[in-house]
């Protein structure tokens, strides 16, 4: 991933909260069949010291037989996105020199993948991220709700997979090559927008206004 040195984002901390708060993760692998990319939910998993990524494919999919363990993989996290147009921008009166561009955040974990084929690791993993979902629910559903064996019948179907992560990379392009007003002139017409994502974007810019 290209990033610009004022893009760039290296907090730990911020990249792991958009792993939590953006878990649906796009699996890239490269196999002998070409590459191939599978989106998949993922628990982020902190023991022993190791930062790991948890997850689960189907047990249909082709990717756990033609990939071995110990493979290379990249994955990628998406959070909240905006198209900006120019009018946002007070200096368009002024100069006329704006161009449309697009404001995002994204995190790209590289690691390396373990297959787990153990029920009780894929009933904790399942259990794990249905917790963490469940949680916005006003009445949570746990996995307990269900019968046991209808349970381990849906775990037979699936193969869990581990990453290991070797490293990460965070990318933050949101407007902060931008004037200050130009800055507060996004964050004000994203803010106007009824799109959830959008919105999320306009608070991202408005807290680089507060800090410039």
């Given at each position: 991933?290209?990033?610009?040195?004022?893009?760039?984002?290296?907090?730990?901390?911020?990249?792991?909260?958009?792993?939590?708060?953006?878990?649906?993760?796009?699996?890239?692998?490269?196999?002998?069949?070409?590459?191939?990319?599978?989106?998949?939910?993922?628990?982020?998993?902190?023991?022993?010291?190791?930062?790991?990524?948890?997850?689960?494919?189907?047990?249909?999919?082709?990717?756990?037989?033609?990939?071995?363990?110990?493979?290379?993989?990249?994955?990628?996290?998406?959070?909240?996105?905006?198209?900006?147009?120019?009018?946002?921008?007070?200096?368009?009166?002024?100069?006329?020199?704006?161009?449309?561009?697009?404001?995002?955040?994204?995190?790209?974990?590289?690691?390396?993948?373990?297959?787990?084929?153990d029920p009780e690791w894929c009933q904790t993993?399942?259990?794990?991220?249905?917790?963490?979902?469940?949680?916005?629910?006003?009445?949570?559903?746990?996995?307990?709700?269900?019968?046991?064996?209808?349970?381990?019948?849906?775990?037979?179907?699936?193969?869990?997979?581990?990453?290991?992560?070797?490293?990460?990379?965070?990318?933050?392009?949101?407007?902060?090559?931008?004037?200050?007003?130009?800055?507060?002139?996004?964050?004000?017409?994203?803010?106007?927008?009824?799109?959830?994502?959008?919105?999320?974007?306009?608070?991202?810019?408005?807290?680089?206004?507060?800090?410039?």
């Open positions: 991933m290209y990033v610009p040195k004022h893009f760039q984002q290296t907090d730990t901390a911020t990249l792991f909260e958009v792993i939590r708060d953006y878990p649906l993760a796009t699996l890239i692998t490269v196999t002998d069949q070409g590459l191939e990319a599978n989106h998949i939910p993922f628990c982020l998993n902190r023991t022993d010291g190791k930062n790991r990524l948890q997850g689960h494919l189907a047990k249909g999919n082709p990717l756990w037989k033609n990939l071995p363990d110990g493979s290379e993989v990249l994955v990628v996290f998406q959070g909240p996105h905006a198209y900006i147009s120019p009018s946002h921008y007070p200096t368009k009166q002024e100069t006329g020199m704006v161009v449309p561009t697009w404001n995002y955040i994204a995190v790209h974990v590289r690691g390396t993948l373990q297959y787990r084929h993993l399942v259990e794990n991220l249905t917790n963490q979902q469940e949680a916005r629910q006003d009445s949570p559903w746990a996995v307990s709700d269900a019968p046991q064996a209808y349970v381990d019948k849906m775990l037979a179907a699936v193969v869990g997979i581990e990453i290991e992560i070797t490293d990460i990379t965070g990318k933050w392009k949101v407007s902060q090559n931008q004037p200050e007003r130009n800055l507060l002139g996004v964050a004000e017409g994203l803010s106007r927008d009824t799109n959830t994502e959008v919105q999320k974007m306009a608070a991202v810019v408005g807290k680089r206004v507060l800090a410039s």
